[in-house]
């Protein structure tokens, strides 16, 4: 009759916004690489179509009454443009440190989608933890040994209920701020200024990690010493039931 038409028809269009707010995920996706400009106006497109999706969720839900039921369906979209604004600002954040940092700032983009390429960290907490090991002067190449470091050490050994991406990101911070309360996030627990003591360092030089390259090359060295009995576990836990939860939940977050 004419209702089931109408919920088939409320249906349709709600599939048929749902592969448009995808397909701009997807250019997203694509557009990494290339030029930050080219990044905000994708990302933009992508949260102007989950805002135009939201409405007409909301809109056809009080025509057929059933809004009850699309309560959850506009919470997720809604969360899924912050997520893409999280995602943006990431990506921003991340271009000005390479910048500054004299880091190919594309080349950074790129390592940020191949750290999170598996699903068990957001883009976002990839350029987020790229950032920081950038902006404590770490090279690229080095940023990206340190951040596979942690993602091995986190994969099992993270800290209480952080989730996997959140639990490398906070471990960068702690490298950045000298902080071992933070780094040990990742399930690395030896304090900073401990892996300096026993590279023949005082406890109080990490407070140099940023200005000195004697000092930075030696938490480097210990931190993936520290990280070796880890070394791939990360790609254990994708195959793992709490790393196919871990994507699903990263799936949502970008």
């Excluded at 707010?21 to 990302?43: D, I, N, P, S």
């Excluded at 976002?124 to 404590?136: F, I, P, V």
């Excluded at 950045?176 to 040990?184: A, E, K, P, V």
Aim: positive net charge.
């Amino acid at each position: 009759g004419p209702a089931s038409q109408s919920v088939q028809a409320f249906a349709d269009n709600l599939t048929r916004a749902f592969a448009k707010v995808e397909a701009q995920m997807a250019r997203v996706a694509q557009k990494t690489g290339q030029h930050l400009q080219t990044m905000q106006q994708e990302t933009g497109g992508l949260n102007s179509a989950l805002a135009g999706l939201t409405r007409q969720a909301t809109a056809t839900a009080a025509v057929f009454g059933i809004g009850l039921g699309l309560a959850g369906v506009v919470k997720v979209l809604q969360e899924t443009s912050a997520a893409a604004v999280r995602l943006e600002n990431s990506l921003v954040g991340l271009n000005s440190i390479a910048k500054a940092f004299k880091a190919d700032a594309d080349a950074a983009k790129v390592a940020a989608l191949g750290l999170s390429r598996d699903g068990l960290m957001s883009i976002s907490d990839a350029a987020r933890g790229l950032k920081n090991l950038l902006a404590t002067g770490f090279s690229l190449p080095q940023a990206i040994n340190l951040m596979n470091a942690f993602r091995d050490s986190a994969a099992f050994n993270r800290q209480g209920m952080l989730a996997f991406g959140e639990a490398v990101a906070r471990a960068t911070e702690g490298v950045r701020l000298g902080m071992s309360t933070l780094s040990d996030a990742a399930g690395i627990t030896k304090n900073l200024s401990q892996i300096l003591k026993e590279a023949g360092f005082n406890a109080d030089d990490l407070s140099r990690v940023t200005t000195d390259l004697n000092v930075r090359m030696a938490l480097y060295t210990g931190i993936l010493k520290e990280a070796k009995p880890f070394q791939g576990d990360a790609a254990l836990l994708t195959k793992q039931f709490s790393g196919a939860l871990s994507r699903l939940k990263t799936e949502i977050e970008l």
